[in-house]
């Protein structure tokens, strides 16, 4: 099985596409820079996505195990493909590495 693994964080805060306008409207955001973290690898095959999500942060440390870290990831991709071979492709992120 091959499978491509990539993170993305999505921002809690408004973005406005339209920068001016004829009224001006406010919309609430939290404060800070909150961000939902999604750890998803996606099977090249079968187009199977496999996700974690989070509010903390994403690493590879396997011994805490926070929710969505890279080995909690590989753990679920093992444990789907009992006695197979998975491939995975990781981009070079600084989360990836211990």
């Known amino acids: 099985m091959l499978y491509f693994v990539d993170a993305a964080h999505f921002v809690f805060s408004p973005f406005l596409g339209i920068l001016w306008g004829f009224e ?3 919309a609430k955001a939290p404060s800070g820079r909150q961000r ?3 750890l998803a690898a996606l099977n090249a095959i079968t187009h199977e996505l496999v ?3 989070n509010l903390t942060y994403i690493n590879a440390e396997f011994a805490k195990l926070p929710e969505g870290t890279v080995c909690e990831l590989l753990c679920c991709l093992a444990a789907t493909h009992l006695n ?3 491939t995975v492709v990781l981009d070079n992120a600084p989360y990836q590495r211990c």
């Open 84 to 86: 197979m071979p998975i």
């Open 51 to 53: 996700t974690l999500t």
């Open 24 to 26: 001006r409207l406010f």
């Open 36 to 38: 939902l973290n999604v």
